[in-house]
């Protein structure tokens, strides 16, 4: 099973992007798919992530407001659309699946596999 996350680049504060993650190999179900980012010199972080079977979204109270998550279930992908991005955004962006209900789905070790990331530079 491999992500593949796609979509990042280079953006002035106030802008938008959009990031897709699709799945290839194997054929799995998830239970949610999620998006985590890590900042130069931090840890990863969660950031949004939505149920796949009823797309209720959860997100990190930090993109609340600016980041919408959303599904393909036909092309088993995930986006992420971004708007008002922040330098404070800048981050290498992972997407994530799990197979199981998590306990908690800001969790990192809820999720089964995970793409390489994709880098979103903001500048100010």
């Known amino acids: 099973v491999q992500l593949q996350a796609s979509g990042g680049g280079l953006v002035q504060a106030g802008g938008s992007l959009r990031l897709s993650c699709a799945a290839s190999?194997?054929?799995?179900?998830?239970?949610?798919k999620g998006w985590f980012r890590q900042a130069p010199g931090k840890e990863r972080e969660f950031v949004a992530a939505i149920r796949w079977s009823g797309g209720s979204t959860y997100y990190a109270d930090s993109v609340k407001g600016r980041f919408t998550i959303s599904r393909d279930k036909a092309k088993n992908s995930v986006a992420l659309q971004m708007s008002s991005l922040k330098p404070e955004d800048t981050a290498v962006y992972f997407c994530?699946?799990?197979?199981?209900?998590?306990?908690?789905?800001?969790?990192?070790?809820?999720?089964?596999?995970w793409g390489q990331g994709t880098l979103v530079t903001v500048s100010s």
């Open positions: 190999g194997r054929t799995f179900s998830s239970y949610a």
């Open positions: 994530a699946a799990t197979v199981s209900i998590p306990r908690e789905f800001g969790s990192q070790s809820a999720y089964d596999y």
